[in-house]
């Protein structure tokens, strides 16, 4: 059952459901379109958090990465095809920028690209920037 209070949240299938079992005597719920110029940054936020919830669901240890690797080279290559399939022009360097967001099978990630000549020693953090190192207590990058 639905709490009381402030969501802003994009009606889904499950709460347009919910919402439609409450009881119009007793409950008032205020509802609006999404608006043309937020619905970009709106939708993006929706479908970050639901697919790092899904991300989170596929860690099988042994191939976690490899999954979520996977999942994500669907995604974009989806993103392409619907795209080339649902737009009147297509945009030739958007799909090309697009084709180059695949991430490789390796699953590595470029920490840092120095200069060899203006710098003598790495500039590299002692502790990586990564968030589950950051909220880590303990934890430093360079362990001897």
Known sequence: ML???????????YLKDELSKLNEDWHEAKIEK???????AILGKYMGRMLTE???????????????VALC??????????????TDQLDDELVSRLKGQLIHQDAEM????????????????LTPLCPSV???????????
Not at 54 to 68: C, F, G, K, P, Q
Not at 110 to 124: H, I, N, Q, T
């Open 54 to 68: 899904v991300m989170h669901y596929l860690d099988n240890s042994e191939t976690a990465v490899r999954d979520r």
């Open 110 to 125: 470029l920490l840092e690209l120095l200069d060899k000549k203006a710098f003598s020693k790495p500039a590299c953090a």
């Open 73 to 86: 080279n669907s995604i974009i290559s989806f993103i392409i095809q619907y795209l080339d399939h649902h």
């Open 3 to 13: 709490q009381f209070g402030l969501y802003e949240q994009v009606i889904t299938d």
């Open 34 to 40: 999404i608006d043309h110029a937020e619905s970009a």
């Open 134 to 144: 950051l909220c880590s207590p303990g934890i430093s990058g360079n362990q001897a």
